[in-house]
């Protein structure tokens, strides 16, 4: 098969995971309406053509966060790569540093921050799911700024985990262990079980230390969504904010209000999010949050944005639109599904391919001239 965008990394990935795995990467909650409405609403934007333009190679790099990156998207965090293929995280973050770009870890992955220090010296951002355990949560930080991590992601909208129905039907985070059962799906796929055995047993290294988390990967996932914090409150954040002394991002924002509170408290951006529609099943895609958003905290503030991105005019029209950048998640994950590191790469380099000769098509000179002509280049139906 010849791979030639990201569905077809998608592809790809679904032949060679177990399904278990693939649909916990795929899936949403409930219906799936906000999972499909984050695809969907793109393309009720259109771009605008221009000719003739004097054609010089687009310059796609972009300042967020402090830094001037390659390009206008960053690896964003995803649970478990370290399940999808051996290293998946060390994998990931290479393969990010590699193009210019962050790599945000996971509070839930198999490699620790320890880990991706020992592969790359990049720059890595690290996505906190506050848990109740606050002890837990300070070892956390600790070892955020022991790694030098610049930007702390808190998410914020998942104290309440909604139903997410393939992953029940699976048994996804409801086992706890290997049952004979799974091991004959698991088998299914030797390419992958091959793979992935070879590291030994995958365990979320970050609690690998406390017994009380169990062990084996499924068992502390497990253990770690019971532990997120159902109480989560802004004075929390507030908190927390006092605490961190790098960048905090508030991640899983998706109203004006909620906007500005994180902008008074002090926090250093937001992603808008659905959580990719793995939450709130019927509300509103990322993309059509982005306006209001932008105009109630003003131009200055950072946003940043996930949900839904497969191609690289998805990136321009964020971008257009008020977005400083965007993160990726399945679309960089079902890469490292199927190829690994390349398949990351592939990833990577084909949205690089499309914004470039999409902008070239529009006459758009860069990442900065899109952004002060979005308004003119991104039309609404």
């Known amino acids: 098969m010849t791979i030639v965008n990201i569905d077809d990394l998608r592809l790809a990935a679904r032949r060679r995971l177990p399904k278990l795995f693939f649909d916990y990467i795929d899936g949403g909650s409930f219906a799936e309406e906000t999972y499909r409405r984050n695809r969907d609403d793109f393309a009720l934007l259109k771009l605008r053509q221009n000719v003739l333009g004097d054609y010089n190679e687009p310059d796609l790099s972009t300042e967020y966060l402090g830094r001037r990156h390659s390009l206008p998207f960053m690896l964003g965090p ?7 293929t051996r290293n998946g995280e060390q994998k990931a973050a290479c393969a990010a540093h590699a193009a210019g770009i962050p790599f945000c870890l996971s509070t839930f992955s198999i ?3 320890a880990d991706l220090r020992q592969v790359t010296d990049g720059v890595l951002h ?5 848990l109740d ?19 702390l992601y808190v998410t914020v909208d998942t104290a309440i985990t909604a139903v997410r129905e393939r992953d029940v039907r699976n048994g996804f985070r409801s086992l706890t262990r290997v049952t004979p059962r799974l091991f004959a799906s698991l088998c299914r796929k030797p390419a992958w079980l091959f793979d ?5 047993m995958p365990s979320v290294r970050a609690v690998e230390h ?11 996932a497990a253990n770690l969504s019971r532990r997120i914090d159902k109480k989560l409150a802004w004075k929390d954040i507030e908190t927390l904010r006092r605490r961190w002394k790098g960048k905090l991002i ?3 924002i998706l109203s004006p209000e909620d906007a500005t509170k994180a902008q008074a408290i002090g926090a250093d951006g937001i992603v808008i999010s659905n959580h990719g529609g793995r939450q709130l099943d019927g509300a509103m895609s990322t993309i059509a949050a982005l306006p209001d958003i932008r105009d ?8 940043m944005l996930d949900g839904g991105i497969r191609r690289g005019s998805d990136v321009i029209k964020a971008v257009g639109m008020g977005a400083d950048a965007v993160l990726l998640g399945r679309a960089y994950t079902y890469g490292l599904a199927a190829a690994g590191q390349a398949g990351v790469d592939h990833a990577i380099e084909t949205l690089r391919r499309e914004i470039s000769i999409t902008l070239a098509l529009m006459c758009v000179s860069s990442i900065a001239d899109l952004k002060e002509r979005g308004s003119h280049l991104i039309l609404k139906q």
């Open 78 to 84: 995803v649970g478990f790569l370290g399940l999808y």
């Open 111 to 113: 490699a620790s921050l």
């Open 126 to 130: 690290f996505q906190l799911y506050v």
């Open 133 to 151: 355990d606050r002890t837990l949560c300070e070892e956390f930080l600790g070892a955020a700024e022991e790694a030098g991590v610049e930007a």
């Open 196 to 200: 992935v055995a070879r590291g030994g």
């Open 210 to 220: 406390r017994g009380e988390f169990g062990t084996g990967a499924l068992e502390q």
């Open 250 to 252: 508030i991640k899983g």
């Open 296 to 303: 109630a905290v003003g131009p200055d503030f950072t946003l």
